[in-house]
């Protein structure tokens, strides 16, 4: 959770500088563009080597304490730590923490990797420090010190003292390292405690990290010519940075001396470190600007080239910082499967934005400069088209986004063709060339994340949505032909068939025809109708090309054999049993298990976890994940064991407790004792009566079997219910037939109620499913049909006998529990108005059960309700709002005559 949250923050402040920056991005492009290509390239590849020597600092640095790593994982690394630190600046801090995090992902101890990294920010500023020493002297004997480049000395000499004083501490001061460790555990667990959270750090944290340190410390002390080594690869990177600047300067045309150039660059690289904004946005242009001007580089050129140099070692390094956050190890799987899906979704909305631009820009006229270089190339009638084109294109996009959101492969093809289109359009209808840049940069930037567009889209649906595109045009053709021809007394000039058709064309390639004159409203009407019968149309078409895949059959007699084989042999719940059910699709593991679900909608729910050997529980957990996603579907698994919680948390899925099964031991269970003389008196009185049970072995009779079916509609409609399905059985005459019965009879052998017996596979242990009564039984019949068979289990031999789920007991009720399973709580204690949860729980619990909690795994919080809708929908079929309000307009009526 934690780390989502810190995906979701740098997610957001990447698009938060992008927007508050997008004037600087701009400006930066456009200085690039005037410089010598050349030279300008040159400073690029010196950029790109300043990064991987700084990649080498690190590995030098982790090297010295001990830490393994290899330059693959560090590169990387470096660049998305400029990122790190710019959505949390804290003067690199944040960044070094990164690689401390992904050192300890990679198994090495996190106080040697937090020492490296301390090493690493000593030695960088250490470097800087003989460059800013000789810059600072050859700006004195030029024009003196300002106060301010005075302040960032002093704030960097700071720095490099507390960083050095934490470095030593773990080597001559131990205690005291420990002593201030264990004083941020405290301050640290107490903040959690205000927060309601469980302590944030470990009980042994400090002593673990001091010991820890002063053994990185000691290692340090043991190599001094590592520090020195570490010291002079960062000094490598300074200088090569100043070759880089140098070059710029050339390649604007400007010379300028060496202590120009340090001076310029100490300075801005000092406020890179040491000023409030991130990365030094801002004070970093504006001191290196200042600098250079006030050392003789004429204005202009100090600014372009201050610019030019920000933009190579800040902006696009800032831009693959973000793109390679997928690969830090810091964002485990769980997280980069997050960090892919929010990528996803932004590209979603950018292609949504896009649209929104191609429409403003189709309907706004274009700049006179450009319109009239365009004239010379493009005619009237294309540049209206083009207009109307981009139009379209627009609103293609907006429709087409939801797709991508997605991951429809489908959509991702339109979205394509549509893209590199808009920008041919964008161009011709009046060199509109900043839309098409960007229609291509979104192009290009969807060509790279094709892999992860992979859902398909329902083959039959996809089949529908083509016919339904070429008849929306012949429709909408038809329909502009058929009302010009039969309408024109509606405008000033009369329509032949010839003409209608031509006017009907006109209408599709431009936004409107100076010659078409209505002289009536319906005239106008039908004009501006064209475009809305289109739209519509249209619309229709592309929504039916991106439906998800429906299951129009759940499953064939081949793998209904094969899931009941599985099932046979690894099934170890209650609900094996209904895994066998015909509301069950089915996916099938390589490694042998059975996933048993329903799809309703975008979400398909597994009942109970995958059936087969434990050791391939995991692995089939993420096939069927990848199953779903290739659908379209989210995943999701309902009523699961607490056995492999840790295998769905592993694999990204959300974990809520639902509910808690009950279990009755039989060797335990007797009538015996005080708080079981109302179940005594129930059994003896029904004895009396002449009541009694009677099992009844498969295939029952049809005579049986409609007595049944008469006990099942009374109760039926007593509840005001449907037969539910997915997790229970439903009655039918097969299902209950080739099952063992027991039926409560009275004196005179007419049945009263009636439970069926499901029989787990690999445990002692049996349930039962539908459990049904007449209207008018006896007080205590259901006490005494559960009795009776809680007796007969025990008499068969079995050893345990499971009651079904208690849902939303014991959920939320200890003051750790997550705020989602305390609002679940919420609900059991208040809500009892539509089922009655406490009465449920407080009859199974008269029988002394073991109560063993069972989850929902599901995919992203927002995904919890679409998978609670789904569920319902397979329990209680398409129609269960419908069903729901008539059940309760009959329960208030059945409460209305009961209070009159």
Known sequence: M????????LVLAFIWLLMARLNDIEQLA????????A???????????YFVIFAWIYKVAFAAVGVESRMGELVPLTFSSIFINVAAPSGGMSGAALFVDDAARRGEKPARAAIGALL?????YGALALVLVPAMVFLFLHHGLRLYEILGALALLVMMVGLWAVLLMGLWQPERLHRLLSWFQVKADSLGLRLRRKPFLAPDWAERHAQQYAEASAALARKPRSVFLTILVALMGHLVNLLALYALFVAFHTEVGVGVLAAGYALGILFLIVSPTPMGIGFVEGIMTITFTSLGVASETATVVTLAFRGLS??????VGFLLLRRVKSFGPAEESRAEHWGVQLTSFLTAVMGVVNVLSAVTPSLGGRLALIEQFSPLEVRHGSHLAAALAGFALILLSRGLAHRKRTAWILTELVLVSSAVFHLVKGLDYEEAILALLLAAWLLYLRPHFHARSDPPSVRRGLRVLLAALLFTL???VAGFYLLDHHFRQSFGLDAAVRQTVVMFTQFSDPGLEPVSRFGRYFAASIYGVAAATFGYALWTLLRPVFVRHPSTATERAAAAAIVEKYGRTTLAQLALLPDKSYFFSDGGSVVAYTAKGRVAVALGDPIGPDADVAATIQDFQEMCARNDWQASFYQVLPDHVDCYRAAGFNVLCIGVEAIVDLACFNLSGRDKKAERSAINRLTREGYKTVIHTPPLPDLLLRELRDVSDAWLTMVHGTEKRFSLGWFEDDYIRHGLVMTVQDAEGAITAFANILPEFRKNETSVDLMRRRPDVEPGTMDFLFISLLQWAKSQGYATFNLGLSPLAGVGEQPDDPALEKAVHWVYEHVNQFYNFKGLHSFKQKFD???SPRYLAYSGTTGLLSVQFAITRASSGDSFILDYARDWWGSYRWRLRRAG
Do not use: N
């Not at 030279?39 to 080597?49: F, G, R, S, T, Y």
């Open 39 to 49: 030279w300008v390239l040159a400073a690029a590849v010196l950029q790109l080597a």
């Open 120 to 124: 690493v920010l000593v030695a960088d």
């Open 2 to 9: 934690k780390r989502r949250l810190i995906l979701w923050g």
């Open 478 to 480: 038809f329909y502009g």
């Open 314 to 319: 800040f902006w696009i390094p800032l831009l």
């Open 30 to 37: 456009r200085t690039l563009l005037q410089g010598q290509w």
């Open 849 to 851: 059960p073991t109560w």
